[in-house]
Structures are given as C-alpha cells and as structure tokens.
C-alpha cells in the first residue's frame, strides 16, 4: 500500500535537545512487545520498566530523558533500538480506501511549526512518486474566495455551539494539563462571543485554516469537529495563551487521548 504524506513531512524534523515542550515528558509510554524483548536484554533499560511501561520520574519525565533533553538510549543504542511509539512519535497513519494517508501530529513543537506556520495549502505525495488530489473537505478550508469563518460555517454545515457550551464539554474531558481545567473554567464563567471569535481567526486566517485543514485530513472530513476546535483555539488565545501553544495543548488534551478524541468527534459529528 502506498503511503501518502503532506508535502511538509520532508522538512520535519525533531528538535530534540532544543525542544521547549518535549513529548518524552507527562505521558504514559507504553513498550509493543517485540522492543520489550530487545530491552529485556540490557539490564540498565530493563530495570526502568514496570508493566511494559517506562518507570516515568516524579516529575513526570521519561527516565532515559537526560536533563539536556537528549534521549540516553539513542545515544547509547542508536535510534533504531527505541520503541514503536518513541520511534514513530508524533507521526500518525490512517488507512483509507487502499491507501495510507499519514502526517504529524500537532502535539509536537516541531510539526506545529510546519503545518501551522504553511504558506500555501499542502499537497499529498505518495512514496512512490505520485500525487493524491486533496479531498474537498480540506480544499473547502482553503478557499481563500470567502472570509475564513464563512468557509467554517460551511465545513460545519451552520452548526456552531456558543463558546459557554463548548467549554463546558471540554472540561468534561479527561485531563492532563492543569492549566487546560484552568483555560476552560475561565471561558465557562466569561464566555467569549461570536463576534470576537471570528475577529480573531479572519486576522490569523493562514495560521487557523492551516489548523482546521490538518484536522480535517486526520479526521478525514469531520467538519463540524474543526470548525468547532478552531473557535475552541480562538477563545483559548482570548483568554492569553499564545496561538501555538493553544493548538499544541488541544492536540494533548483532545487528540492523544483515546477517550477525549472518541467522545468529541461524536458530540461534533
Ligand atoms: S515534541 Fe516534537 S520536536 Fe519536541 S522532542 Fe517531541 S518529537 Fe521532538
């Protein structure tokens, strides 16, 4: 099967040691078994592993993360001796219609960067060469024809919930962050409108419509869904935290958590 990636995915590349949010910290890091008998091996790996799972430090960091934020074992082993998900992180794949469409997961400093700082709309290049028309569920986000919140509005089909009520859904939401409880408790107790909202993503137009575009291609069309993560982000940045950091915690919070993302394609279906 030929995997597709967006154009982008050629520059991607981790930060590693200059990495201000690195991923190797405040997760769960599960060991596929086929890794767990390669690490079996080497007693100094074995030993910080409990259930197949990285012995994570109190504060929150892997136990093989060095204080520069290198990672120990690919200094000592070599990349290729870490993990799936060490190894495969923050890269996603979607099977659909014989194909694989994958890309980079906005939970990550550097694809944050790629995708959200674009240009121009991506294109999807296969691995052998070949390139796959966008679907028009993503060409619709970038129909720069029409204002940004009215190409929202489409994708949603007029369907928008008022800034009180999505917050509200989202603090219903397993959490990892406080600051995520924090954001969305300021939002319910002083919601922000309509009107402020779509001032705010009609004057970053590129950077939202290259959010919502993303979405819509991991999600493949879930439309009312990045309409709704786009006002979402918005009202976060009303409430003071910069853009980028905004998109990256919601990727954290909604997207890599199982539940989180489940539960909300469906209420925004
Ligand atoms: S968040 Fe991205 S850039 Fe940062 S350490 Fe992880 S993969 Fe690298």
């Given at each position: 099967?030929?995997?597709?990636?967006?154009?982008?995915?050629?520059?991607?590349?981790?930060k590693?040691?200059?990495?201000?949010?690195?991923?190797?910290?405040?997760?769960?890091?599960?060991?596929?078994?086929?890794?767990?008998?390669?690490?079996?091996?080497?007693?100094?790996?074995?030993?910080?592993?409990?259930?197949?799972?990285?012995?994570?430090?109190?504060?929150?960091?892997?136990?093989?993360?060095r204080?520069?934020?290198?990672?120990?074992m690919?200094?000592?082993?070599?990349?290729?001796?870490?993990?799936?998900?060490?190894?495969?992180?923050?890269?996603?794949?979607?099977?659909?219609?014989?194909?694989?469409?994958?890309g980079?997961?906005?939970?990550?400093?550097?694809?944050?960067?790629?995708?959200?700082?674009?240009?121009?709309?991506?294109?999807?290049?296969?691995e052998?060469g070949?390139?796959?028309?966008?679907?028009?569920?993503?060409?619709?986000?970038?129909?720069?024809?029409?204002?940004?919140?009215?190409?929202?509005?489409?994708?949603?089909?007029?369907?928008r919930?008022s800034?009180?009520l999505?917050?509200?859904?989202?603090?219903e939401?397993?959490?990892?962050?406080?600051?995520w409880?924090?954001?969305?408790?300021?939002?319910?107790?002083?919601?922000?409108?309509?009107?402020?909202?779509?001032?705010?993503?009609?004057?970053?137009?590129?950077?939202?419509?290259?959010?919502?575009?993303?979405?819509?291609?991991?999600?493949?069309?879930?439309?009312?869904?990045?309409?709704?993560?786009?006002?979402?982000?918005?009202?976060?940045v009303?409430?003071?935290?910069?853009?980028?950091?905004?998109?990256?915690?919601?990727?954290g919070?909604?997207?890599?958590?199982?539940?989180?993302?489940?539960?909300?394609?469906?209420?925004?279906?």
């Open positions: 099967m030929i995997t597709y990636w967006p154009d982008y995915y050629r520059e991607f590349k981790c590693a040691g200059s990495c201000q949010h690195t991923c190797c910290s405040g997760w769960v890091i599960g060991i596929d078994e086929k890794s767990m008998e390669r690490f079996g091996k080497e007693p100094d790996i074995v030993s910080k592993i409990t259930d197949c799972r990285f012995d994570m430090r109190e504060d929150g960091r892997c136990p093989f993360l204080d520069d934020n290198l990672c120990e690919i200094i000592d082993y070599g990349e290729d001796f870490l993990c799936d998900i060490c190894r495969e992180h923050p890269r996603f794949y979607n099977g659909v219609d014989g194909h694989i469409e994958a980079v997961g906005l939970v990550c400093e550097a694809a944050c960067d790629l995708v959200l700082d674009a240009e121009k709309h991506f294109a999807l290049e296969g052998d070949s390139v796959l028309e966008l679907p028009s569920y993503i060409k619709d986000v970038f129909d720069e024809s029409m204002p940004l919140t009215l190409r929202l509005t489409k994708i949603a089909n007029n369907r919930a800034s009180k999505r917050a509200e859904i989202f603090d939401m397993e959490t990892l962050d406080p600051l409880d924090e954001l969305t408790a300021k939002i319910i107790a002083d919601p922000v409108t309509e009107e402020a909202e779509d001032e705010l993503i009609n004057n970053n137009a590129k950077a939202f419509a290259n959010f919502a575009a993303y979405l819509q291609y991991r999600y493949r069309g879930f439309g009312r869904f990045s309409a709704e993560a786009c006002y979402f982000v918005a009202d976060i009303l409430k003071g935290l910069p853009f980028k950091d905004a998109v990256r915690m919601f990727s919070e909604v997207e890599y958590s199982d539940v989180n993302i489940d539960s909300a394609l469906e209420i925004f279906e």
